[in-house]
């Protein structure tokens, strides 16, 4: 058996996902769609039915309920598929994210180009429940199943000259057919500081509610990093790359007053055009309190420290 340190930020192990007891949440759903608690998109649900299995080696919990799985996979963002929260469930079926390849690259002694379906066998998959919070106001609590992101960075072995980590998803507009609108500067690009890479709760997922990620949740690989805006959750990662400078990222360059590179989760500082104190969890009619750093302050408000977040927001 092997022996792991339990991260401070989890509850007790839970023996294995029990999945009727998500799936047996779409009743209450249907019940919340009825009653206008859930958004039109959500209450149309998804067929996630036919995705591929997922068994996660360990899983470790939150004292927090999972958001039903209709709704996670059916209230979305993803600009390649539409604007729209229900676009990606109704459009994403032209994505193909398998076979897959991911490249890891730049300031790197080993890069590496990756298959991802063997990535996905070969490794020991874990289970962690995490809240995404987006700017928009939004948020969900979700049983992801992945790695973590240091286990491929370093596997690839960094210099020590890349600082910053670069993320960049497919684009390929026979398969993304919002590619054809310049709504971003494609391909959708994200950023994270070395040290925000490396840090135990960046996670590579790829799989969610036991099973592969639905594509509207960017199959095969992506990213979540549970502290920050639901927008450096890169979906479809086809490169990933060590930096010698901080990298452009695509919701920066298009609207830089509103979106730094930081992303905090900041209930302290407003976006521009609205107050960030609060969320709507989906599926919940009261609006909860945002905490500092979605909740993860104990585990990475130091990486922080000393930084400006009004303005390094
Ligand atoms: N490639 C890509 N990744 C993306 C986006 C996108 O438009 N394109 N949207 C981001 C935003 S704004 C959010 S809030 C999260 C939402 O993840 P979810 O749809 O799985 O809940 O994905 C992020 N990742
Ligand atoms: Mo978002």
């Known amino acids: 058996m092997p022996i ?53 080696r360990r899983t470790v919990s939150l004292d927090e309920t999972p958001t039903p799985l209709a709704a996670v996979a059916s209230y979305n963002n993803f600009y390649e598929f539409g604007l729209d929260k229900g676009d990606p469930a109704r459009n994403a079926g032209t994505l193909r994210p398998s076979p897959w390849s991911l490249a890891i690259g730049g300031a790197v002694a080993k890069p590496q180009t990756l298959d991802v379906d063997r990535l996905i066998t070969s490794s020991a998959l874990e289970e962690r429940l995490y809240r995404l919070r987006c700017v928009e106001g939004w948020s969900m609590v979700i049983p992801w199943i992945g790695i973590p992101l240091s286990t491929l960075l370093k596997a690839a072995e960094p210099t020590g000259n890349g600082r910053f980590v670069a993320f960049r998803t497919l684009n390929d507009p026979k398969q993304m057919p919002g590619l054809r609108s310049p709504v971003l500067n494609w391909p959708y690009r994200e950023g994270l500081r070395i040290d925000e890479a490396m840090h135990p709760l960046a996670f590579l997922a790829v799989g969610l509610y036991g099973r592969r990620l639905p594509n509207q949740n960017g199959a095969p690989l992506r990213l979540v990093v549970p502290w920050k805006y639901g927008f450096k959750s890169i979906k479809s990662i086809v490169a990933i790359d060590l930096v010698e400078r901080q990298p452009k990222t695509s919701w920066n360059e298009s609207a830089p007053n509103e979106y730094g590179f930081f992303s905090n989760v900041n209930p302290a500082v407003d976006h521009p055009r609205w107050s960030q104190a609060k969320e709507r969890r989906i599926g919940e009619f009261l609006r909860r309190d945002t905490l ?14 000393g ?7």
């Open 4 to 56: 792991h340190r339990k991260p401070d930020w989890f509850l007790p192990e839970r023996e294995a996902t029990d999945e009727s007891l998500y799936l047996n949440r779409r009743h209450i759903l249907a019940g919340m769609a009825a009653t206008g608690l859930l958004p039109a998109a959500a209450a149309a649900g998804t067929d996630v039915g036919k995705l591929t299995a997922l068994k996660a």
């Open 292 to 305: 500092p750093f979605n909740g993860y302050a104990a585990q990475v408000a130091g990486l922080y420290k």
């Open 307 to 313: 930084l400006d977040l009004r303005k390094w927001f």
